[in-house]
Nanobody, 120 residues
Framework: QVQLVESGGGLVQPGGSLRLSCAAS????????MIWVRQAPGKGLEWVSN????????DYVDSVKGRFTISRDNAKNMLYLQMNSLKPEDAAMYYC?????????????WGQGTQVTVSS
């Protein structure tokens, strides 16, 4: 069965950095695009970034462009999100999700999430 396990969240001061990781199993990781989404308290789910199956194409929501970098290691079945220059508005639960195909924002499975708190 598909399993996605996020890690790397925590408390960071504004301007700080975090690197989120997602360990994937139960499917052919290298064949699917992957997505990061987030949900802040009291708000809906927001797409943050996605990457295609071979890592050559990426996309970001405007609010994180230039600060976040999505990447993947297909040999290790791992997805990453490097987050720099964090802002209080980045605070949310972050989820990694399996795309429905090799390049998409639509997903069919997601993990349990990792909490990111940005506060001084």
């Amino acid at each position: 069965q598909v399993q996605l396990v996020e890690s790397g969240g925590g408390l960071v001061q504004p301007g700080g950095s975090l690197r989120l990781s997602c360990a994937a199993s139960g499917f052919a990781f290298s064949e699917y695009g992957m997505i990061w989404v987030r949900q802040a308290p009291g708000k809906g789910l927001e797409w943050v970034s996605n990457i295609n199956n071979n890592g050559e194409s990426t996309d970001y929501v405007d609010s994180v462009k230039g600060r976040f970098t999505i990447s993947r290691d297909n040999a290790k079945n791992m997805l990453y999100l490097q987050m720099n220059s964090l802002k209080p508005e980045d605070a949310a639960m972050y989820y990694c999700a399996k795309g429905r195909n090799s390049w998409t924002k639509e997903f069919d499975y997601w993990g349990q999430g990792t909490q990111v708190t940005v506060s001084s």
